[in-house]
């Protein structure tokens, strides 16, 4: 069973430019969502993605947006890059239960650094 | 709004030592508690969770009990491991059917042998 992968594990923008982050999510499961994690703290929750469609957003504004494919993978792009979005970007996958919130399969991550 | 607050750290404990690692929360619903652990190198795992009141969640020697009259959800250990060093998170679901696990800061944690 495949875990949730993410890429890249690492990237360097400068501000003003625009990223995409890439999760698979583990195997059998539909539902992926993506979090912010700034260095020190916990995890934020920018988005869900269910059925290809979001599926609940967090305090996060419209430049944060994202994409979910029919083999359930997912994309999150950030554009107009801040220095404050340079954090941790997690992915996390989980079947559809009871909107799929609590119990989440996260991978290791992309760290994205803004300069 | 819902909020987790979790004791700050780091924590150092030899090894065997008792942990407590204490959790509150704010919920406007009725939320479940999940405990949540990042080991180095890794990803975030899903160490035990509780949905409803007095539900205690148990998982590799660690518990902690859903406790709605203090909102609390303290994670508890009896004797650490070297191999228990990580970063805890305390988190919960607002409701059910919410899409959004609200996480604390974490509490990071070190077993000296």
């Known amino acids: 069973e495949t875990g949730v992968t993410q890429s890249p594990t690492h990237l360097i923008k400068t501000r003003g430019q625009q990223v995409t982050l890439r999760c698979s999510s583990q195997?059998?499961?539909?539902?992926v969502s993506w979090y912010q994690q700034a260095l020190g703290q916990g995890p934020q929750f920018i988005f869900q993605?269910?059925?290809?469609?979001?599926?609940g957003r967090g305090n996060f504004p419209p430049r944060f947006s994202g994409l979910q494919f029919p083999n359930y993978s997912s994309e999150l792009n950030v554009n107009a890059l801040e220095l404050d979005d340079s954090a941790l970007y997690l992915c996390?996958?989980?079947?559809?239960?009871?909107?799929?919130?609590?119990?989440?399969?996260f991978g290791e991550g992309s760290r994205l650094t803004v300069l | 709004g819902d909020s987790v607050t979790q004791m700050e750290g780091p924590v150092t404990l030899s090894e065997e030592a008792f942990l407590t690692i204490n959790c509150t929360y704010t919920?406007?619903?009725?939320?479940?508690l999940f405990w949540y652990v990042q080991y180095p190198g890794e990803g975030l795992q899903l160490l035990l969770k509780?949905?409803?009141?007095?539900d205690k969640g148990s998982n590799k020697g660690f518990e902690a009990t859903y406790r709605k009259e203090t909102t609390s959800f303290h994670l508890e250990k009896g004797s650490v491991q070297v191999s228990d060093s990580a970063v805890y998170f305390c988190?919960?679901?607002?409701?059910?059917?919410?899409?959004?696990?609200?996480f604390g800061q974490g509490t990071r944690l070190t077993i000296n042998p």
């Open positions: 509780a949905t409803k009141a007095d």
């Open positions: 993605y269910y059925r290809e469609e979001e599926n």
């Open positions: 195997s059998g499961h539909n539902t």
């Open positions: 996390a996958s989980s079947p559809w239960t009871s909107g799929g919130a609590g119990e989440l399969f």
């Open positions: 988190a919960l679901v607002p409701y059910a059917g919410a899409q959004k696990l609200v």
């Open positions: 919920a406007t619903g009725y939320p479940s």
